[in-house]
């Protein structure tokens, strides 16, 4: 069945054009600019009776949004992240994100292709929508080395996470992320790194402790800005000895961290970085430093900022400038009942992780509204980047004929109030509460399936499919 989606703004990342879209099957068969002399495609060859039309009037028409940073049943710190890969890819398509790329673990001890297969049998039968995987390493040595060549080579997965923080547990020296970086370099993958310098926070957490710090915003403040700036430096540094290995930051947070990502960038160097909606909102004070064990919802590693220093501004100041290439969600919820509350007294065993993979379109959008972004940075920090950044693009990323028709209708004049009476995650607060966005995910297409319609979910489990991935494509 053909479907022609009508009378909408199509929003490219080089802007937006009028224009309606042809869709066949699972892909996008045309885009046909009106105004230009271009008869309508209302009728003739593909187009008879079997053709639904949907009506885009008023709307913006953007690829489905792909969320490059997420875990779902991921375990951490004694239990596990909420959100199934069935609860969360649901609410990722409400939210109007179509793919998602969560992380694989392989723990220190274990062989990666194990690590892997753990994986893909939790999303077996159970994905709302497309996904893959980057793939953690949680011990660095000849056998996980050779291991990255294999993924590279067989299995789609071309990005590599590791940790210069949580000693103990993902924790790899100096010396281990060379190592890692050097196969990088020779078999084009990209390194992922969570840049905070963990022996040190670990010093200022017992510290902390010993003194009777015990609540959550202790958490932000044993990880001051300093320490993720170091990190970032020094991954950068490594990057450089290995033949200038693609580097992408996570969830950067921090105008110091930014600036050394902004030099390295300068240089023309394999440097990139995202940053979450956290961090562009949110703040230690407000959130963080709530009263009692309230701030327990928003810890989170890296850190929210202090609102009294200039973050959020430079944040999205990175954004405009590319500096900050994407925006993802670090998605990783915890409830408060049994999960966050096992930090009562000890802010240090606190879960970390916030949920937001259903709100990020619509938190973007407001930086939009509120002239912080162009409509055309707004798609490409959620969709068109992240794709080409982690090998899926032109298949995702892009409303262009024979990507996959993956597609938002998204009503910028709708009203979106965020709850957790009315979210989808599987949570039971929300860091996100009496949020008003101005603006709506109306409908979602994934692979030419209409999965949302009007706001109302009509998906189904099981039917996402595994993205093997390429190369990134900004490496140089």
Known sequence: MSILIKGGTVV????????????????????????????????????????????????????????????????????????????????????????????????????????????????????????????????????????????????????????????????????????????????????????????????????ALERGETDPVYHGITRPQELEAEATSRAIWLASVAADCPLYIVHLSASKALEQVRNARDLGRNVFAETCPQYLYLTLEDQLGAPGFEGAKWVCSTPLRSGKESHRADLWQGLRTNDLSVVSTDHCPFCMKDQKEMGIGDFSKIPNGIGGVEHRVDLLYQGVVDKKLSLARWVETIATTPARMFGMYPKKGIIAPGSDADIVLYDPNGRTRISVETHHMNMDYSAWEGWEIDGRVDTVMSRGEVIVAGGEYQGRKGRGRYVPRTLSEYLV
């Open 12 to 207: 490219t990342p080089t802007g937006p054009i009028e224009a309606d879209v042809v869709v066949e099957g699972e892909k996008i068969a045309a885009l046909v600019t009106r105004g230009y002399g271009f008869s309508e495609p209302s009728e003739g060859p593909g187009f008879g009776s079997s053709t639904a039309v949907v009506d885009a009037t008023g709307k913006y028409v953007i690829p489905g949004a792909i969320d490059g940073h997420t875990h779902m049943q991921m375990p951490f710190g004694g239990t596990e992240a909420s959100d199934t890969f069935d609860t969360g890819t649901r609410a990722a398509a409400i939210g109007g994100t179509t793919t998602i790329v969560d992380f694989a673990i392989q723990r220190y001890g274990e062989v990666v292709q194990d690590g892997l297969a753990a994986w893909h049998a939790k999303t077996a039968g159970e994905c709302h929508i497309d996904y893959g995987f980057h793939m953690i390493l949680g011990g660095v040595d000849d056998d996980s080395l050779k291991a990255m060549d294999q993924l590279v080579a067989s299995e789609g997965i071309t990005s590599f996470k590791l940790f210069m923080a949580y000693p103990g547990v993902f924790y790899s020296d100096d010396g281990q992320i060379l190592r890692a970086m050097q196969k990088a370099r020779e078999n084009g993958a990209l390194i992922m790194m969570h840049a905070e310098n963990g022996p040190a926070i670990d010093v200022l957490v017992k510290q």
